[in-house]
């Protein structure tokens, strides 16, 4: 079917075209459009005259400035529109950039926009400077664009990390986390972060998750996995979490937290060493607590040129505290023995005492060995493949320092072995009691890690299936035996195992050998620790503090420590954009 094109004698009649295909006509008097069909003469002076008579037979320069003062105006809406928008996504991307920063949301209108308008207007002119000053950035509206930026995801399988803390207005928190399998690798994301009224029990939590699972129609079916501490409102047998989540899905497998475990298997000390880690907490009290206290011992390290100038607090609730609390005291020892003596303190004897000191000498060595092993347990992506691992390797190196210790080797002490070599120290009575907390730091990894090699030799297929003895092949049922044949045959396999991820390459696996690659999944997806909840728990410290005691946390937190982009082309397209609120 033929259009009808537009002719420019049509201009005499009050009309102009669309760009569209076919065009249209458009009456630049009251911008009502015409179909096609109706572009012919006749019909568009029947409009001219039924509708604007009062313009009939005015002289064609009229008509040309009409038109021409319709088509201005055209191009001041679209360039107003295209601004509104680019208005609304700075202001998403600066809301976005607050919540990430955990700052109070009132710094964009204070600061953030002040600043950039200062910028705009000495770097590039007033004019740039005034489009600064049409971002919405109002306190309540950066409340809404957080809101609305929170994304959530979940898969066919996911597993859980939950974890309940006390925020600084003395409300229990609840935060989780999901593992799920996406496209073609694992992701992490948080859940919910959820206020708990009244009791904490594990019942109460299980309340909370399970409406928020029937609320987003989320299956305890699929959760194929819970990590959490071991808390009894976690794991009380008859009350606790796990249980009640068991009678949800009895399938499902609990882990408890890697880190927790490091930390509950390091706690023990013999009465000898315990007496020398509370002695020096007695000593860092004293000096930190007071003060003018506090202040004289700064000078005085100040005067005798030392690095550090300050003791450290030690806390039970930081997993990293005590090494660093004996480390710095060890250090300034010195400096610490003048200030309890010019003070008249009876803890200035400790000092003297160099068997005292050789044992708070180990002290600070161990710790900052076990602080070594709780920062490599951390971080995100993890499995229990490779926190095994780090356990099980600390656990070699425990063995070796207790049979050189025993020898009378301290050499892998580092500080303890320079003390011992300067200072005339008995080393017998020294050697007693390190080999003796060695033996009892073994025992109680070996407690809270039981059969650690034999289950990380069960799971050598899933690290490296190309490298798999064949002892450990023989282990596996004979069907997943022919299909790690089959893969570790695979030269095209081989390379892409060295250039992708060990769960991008199972997944990718998956799609070929459905049975295996699904199992090997099943080791790589549960959560390994509550990492992920301790550092949300630091976030929210950042951000609900005294000043700010008040603030609902739940898509403050989420935003803030969401690790997954949130989808702003979607929000834009369903948000209309405004120049101010």
């Known amino acids: ?18 760009s569209s295909d076919p065009p249209q006509a458009l009456c630049f008097f009251c911008g009502e459009k015409l179909a096609n069909a109706s572009m012919k003469p006749a019909h568009l002076q029947r409009h001219l005259t039924t509708k604007h008579g009062c313009h009939v037979g005015k002289a064609p320069e009229f008509f040309r400035r009409k038109l021409s003062e319709f088509k201005s105006s055209q191009a001041t809406m679209r360039k107003v529109s295209t601004t509104s928008v680019k208005v609304l996504e700075a202001s998403y991307a600066v809301s976005l950039l607050v919540a990430k920063a955990k700052k109070p949301f009132t710094i964009a209108e204070d600061l953030l926009l002040p600043a950039a308008v200062v910028l705009a207007e000495t770097m590039l002119d007033k004019e740039s400077a005034d489009t600064f000053k049409t971002v919405p950035l109002s306190n309540d509206t950066v409340c809404r664009r957080i809101d609305t930026m929170v994304v959530g995801k979940l898969g066919d399988s996911f597993s859980l990390q939950l974890d309940e803390s006390t ?32 009791r904490t029990t594990g019942e109460d939590i299980f309340n909370v998750v399970n409406m928020f699972f029937t609320r987003n129609a989320i299956s ?22 796990i249980a009640r989540i068991k009678k949800e899905n009895p399938d499902i497998k609990w882990t408890h937290c890697v880190i927790h475990r490091e930390a509950l298997a390091s706690k023990k000390m013999s009465p000898a060493l315990q007496d020398v880690l509370n002695d020096s907490i007695k000593v860092i009290n004293f000096i930190k607590s007071r003060p003018l206290n506090a202040r004289l011992f700064c000078n ?85 493949l490779n926190l ?22 301290f050499t892998c002490f580092p500080q303890l072995d320079v003390f011992l070599s300067n ?7 020294v050697k007693l009691v390190i080999v003796g907390h ?87 997806l549960p959560f390994a620790s509550t990492y992920l909840c301790e550092a949300s728990f630091s976030a929210m410290m950042l951000i609900k503090t005294k000043q700010r005691n008040r603030r609902c946390l739940e898509k403050s937190l989420i935003t803030a ?3 997954l982009p949130p989808r702003m082309t979607k929000i834009l397209s369903e948000v209309q954009a405004h120049i101010s609120h």
């Open 423 to 429: 200072e005339d120290v008995a080393t017998a009575p």
């Open 438 to 524: 060695l033996a009892n730091l073994i025992s109680g990894f070996h407690s809270y890690f039981p059969d650690t090699d034999e289950k990380s030799v069960q799971l050598d297929w899933v690290r490296n299936p190309f490298l798999l003895s064949e002892a450990n092949r023989s282990k596996l049922p004979v069907t997943h035996q022919e299909k790690l044949m089959e893969v570790s045959s695979d030269r095209g396999l081989q390379m892409k195992f060295g250039a992708s991820t060990l769960t991008q390459f199972w997944l990718c696996e998956r799609q070929e050998h459905p049975e295996l690659g699904q199992k090997a999944l099943e080791q790589l």
């Open 1 to 18: 079917m033929d259009h009808i094109k537009y002719n420019e004698d049509y201009v005499l009649m009050g009309f102009t075209s669309t």
């Open 388 to 409: 095994y691992d780090k356990v099980g390797g600390f656990l070699k190196k425990a063995e070796m320092w207790k049979r050189a210790c025993d020898q009378e080797d």
């Open 300 to 384: 005085l390290c100040e005067n005798t040129g030392v690095e550090h100038t300050e003791l450290l607090l030690h806390t039970e609730v930081r997993w990293l505290s005590r090494g660093r609390v004996l480390s710095r005291l060890f250090e300034l020892r010195a400096e610490v023995h003048t200030f309890l003596t010019e003070h008249g303190s009876p803890h200035a004897t400790m000092f003297e005492n160099t068997d005292w000191l050789a044992k708070l000498c180990y002290l600070a060595d161990i710790f900052r060995k076990l602080n070594e092993l709780n920062m490599s347990l951390q971080g995100k992506n993890t499995s229990i």
């Open 220 to 241: 305890w079916k699929s959760c194929s996995s819970v990590c959490t501490d071991a808390a009894a409102s976690m794991t009380g047998s008859a009350k606790g979490l």
């Open 561 to 563: 420590v969401a690790s």
């Open 167 to 198: 925020d600084v207005s003395g409300h229990a928190q609840l935060v989780a986390f999901v593992r799920y399998i996406d496209t073609d690798d694992i992701c992490e994301h948080i859940l919910f972060c959820k206020e708990m009224e009244g």
